[in-house]
């Protein structure tokens, strides 16, 4: 029996967090700590795993409403006020303040079984674990840093996110990099070439490009990447691919083939219709550049109309 779906058009409450999310996204400015706390409550609201003798089970305990959205941005809010106020810092001077505070008496920090778990990819969750992914440790760090005033900005290095302080855009100027992961431990010279390194596998030269700051909504949709990276290697929880699908989906800028891995998706979990529009919707969209690419979806898409046969 296929998974029962978790598809946009849900009750009420998830229709007005989707609406939220989109609406957030196409901010001229958006927040990043409120798109973060969205999939939070998406994680809550939607059912991760197979229906069993008529109970979902929820994946995580994250509040499913407003009250823990606020909680959470109360709590960053918290962080910052317990930074000691300076008039000026320099970049190296402000990653310090927030590795003692952040790192050593918050706790701050990341372990390899963070990977094992949801939870590590939910901004309310890592609030209140203090454990997470270098990229959700890294949007603590940068949003309690924002609030109090310091000039910071999220990294996305190759297999690894860090976090800045600093001008980017002053070749010349000081600037400090920070491991959120790793507590918080500054990062000079060779040092960021190392962790790449050692989140690779392989030696890699880092170029300035790489050390730009990422927009918050390529953090959101990284963060989404991964939850979705997650469900993928955990078939019982399907429709959490599905969710983190349809929230990318949902951005103004997002890969094109997204909408194809959704089709996919959505044949596996029985909805071979719904499948079938998705692959023929991104057919559409890459039919005048890969032809070829498109014949094969319409036949794909084609195929799962006829398993209703």
């Known amino acids: ?18 609406q939220r999310f989109a609406e957030a996204a196409r901010e001229e400015r958006p927040d990043l700590a409120l798109l973060c706390l969205l999939i ?24 499913a409403d407003e009250s823990g959205v606020l909680d959470a941005q109360i709590e960053l809010d918290r962080l910052a006020g317990l930074l000691p106020y300076a008039p000026a810092r320099t970049p190296e001077r402000w990653a310090t303040e927030l ?7 918050m706790g701050f920090r990341g372990n390899p079984d963070d ?24 949007v603590v760090w940068t949003e309690v840093a924002r609030r109090a005033g310091a000039p910071v900005y999220g990294v996305g290095l190759p297999g690894h996110f860090v976090v800045g302080f600093g001008d980017p855009g002053d070749a010349g100027g000081a600037q400090a ?6 507590g918080g431990r500054l990062l000079h010279a060779g040092e960021l070439e190392a ?4 989140a690779t596998g392989s030696p890699t030269a880092l170029s300035p490009a790489m050390l730009q700051p990422a927009g918050p909504l390529d953090i959101v949709l990284r963060i989404l990447n991964n939850i979705r990276a997650w469900a993928a290697a955990r078939p019982e929880h399907s429709s959490v691919q599905l ?3 349809e929230l990318s989906l949902l951005l103004p800028r997002h890969p094109a083939r997204l909408r194809y891995e959704l089709g996919q998706l959505l044949v596996e979990r029985g909805d071979f219709p719904g499948g079938a529009a998705e692959m023929e919707e991104y057919a559409e969209a890459v039919a005048q550049v890969e032809p070829e690419t498109a014949e094969a979806v319409h036949k794909a898409a084609h195929a799962a109309r006829a398993r209703l046969n």
Request: zero cysteines; aromatic letters at 4%; proline letters at 6%.
């Open 243 to 245: 969710w983190a699908l």
């Open 195 to 198: 962790v790449v390194a050692g």
């Open 1 to 18: 029996m296929p998974d029962e779906q978790a598809s946009t058009g849900g009750d009420g409450d998830e229709r007005s967090n989707r």
């Open 40 to 63: 939070g409550v998406e994680a809550a609201t939607v059912p991760s795993g197979r229906v069993r003798a008529g109970v979902r089970h929820a994946p995580v305990d994250v509040a």
């Open 177 to 182: 990099f920070a491991d959120p992961y790793d």
């Open 99 to 105: 590795r003692r505070l952040l790192g050593e008496e």
């Open 115 to 138: 990977y094992r778990r949801l939870e590590s990819s939910l901004l309310q969750s890592v609030l209140k674990l203090r454990r997470g992914l270098p990229i959700l440790l890294s």
